[in-house]
């Protein structure tokens, strides 16, 4: 079976969607981010911190590749992989993609607190302009499922919905 994409911002969902929807067709779950950790041995945090943005994102593209040679996946990426231009169009050619469409608003009011999300560590104007930048590259999923006031069981019915 072909692999899915969950795409989207930090805090929309991915990874609690992912699960069911991986249970609900039979694939194997992996979170990208939690790959990363695994195999680096360090917390996406530290690596942010000791290595730099950059390298982190050298290190999403890297397992990307490996993913991209597995099938029968769900996979929850982190919400910059999504945002590459590149990495989106590497998905979209092998599987379908699936963009987690919430409002910034909601976004920042399930996250605020977490401070395990680097990016977050930045003014809310930056972060806006980053959300606006991001969308863009989002919107050339395959699917967008507007995850607004919907428990992450309705929202596995429309992704459902959309790929039969
Ligand atoms: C990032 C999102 C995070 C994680 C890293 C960078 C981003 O994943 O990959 O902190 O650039 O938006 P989540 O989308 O799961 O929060």
Same mark, same amino acid.
């Given at each position: 079976?072909?692999?899915?994409? %969950?795409?989207?911002?930090?805090?929309?969902g991915? *990874? =609690?969607? @992912?699960? +069911?929807l !991986? #249970?609900?067709?039979?694939r194997?779950?992996?979170?990208?981010?939690?790959?990363?950790?695994?195999?680096?041995?360090?917390?996406?945090k530290?690596?942010?911190?000791?290595?730099?943005?950059?390298?982190?994102?050298?290190?999403?593209?890297?397992?990307?590749?490996? %993913?991209?040679?597995?099938?029968?996946?769900?996979? *929850? =990426?982190? @919400?910059? +992989?999504? !945002? #590459?231009?590149?990495n989106?169009n590497?998905?979209k050619?092998?599987?379908?993609?699936?963009?987690?469409?919430?409002?910034?608003?909601?976004?920042?009011?399930?996250?605020?607190?977490?401070?395990?999300?680097?990016?977050?560590?930045?003014?809310?104007?930056?972060?806006?302009?980053?959300?606006?930048?991001?969308?863009?590259?989002?919107?050339?999923?395959t699917?967008?499922?507007?995850?607004?006031?919907?428990?992450?069981?309705?929202?596995?019915?429309?992704?459902?919905?959309?790929?039969?």
């Amino acid at each position: 079976m072909k692999n899915i994409y %969950l795409v989207g911002f930090m805090g929309s969902g991915k *990874s =609690t969607v @992912g699960k +069911l929807l !991986a #249970d609900k067709t039979s694939r194997d779950f992996v979170d990208v981010d939690k790959l990363i950790e695994e195999r680096e041995k360090m917390k996406i945090k530290d690596i942010f911190e000791k290595k730099g943005e950059l390298y982190f994102r050298e290190l999403e593209k890297k397992y990307l590749q490996e %993913l991209l040679n597995t099938q029968n996946l769900v996979v *929850s =990426t982190g @919400g910059g +992989l999504g !945002a #590459d231009a590149e990495n989106m169009n590497q998905m979209k050619k092998n599987g379908i993609v699936i963009w987690l469409d919430l409002n910034l608003n909601t976004i920042l009011e399930r996250i605020k607190n977490d401070e395990n999300r680097p990016l977050l560590n930045q003014p809310l104007d930056k972060i806006k302009k980053l959300f606006d930048e991001r969308k863009k590259v989002y919107g050339l999923a395959t699917y967008r499922i507007n995850a607004e006031n919907k428990t992450p069981f309705q929202i596995v019915e429309e992704i459902l919905n959309k790929i039969k």
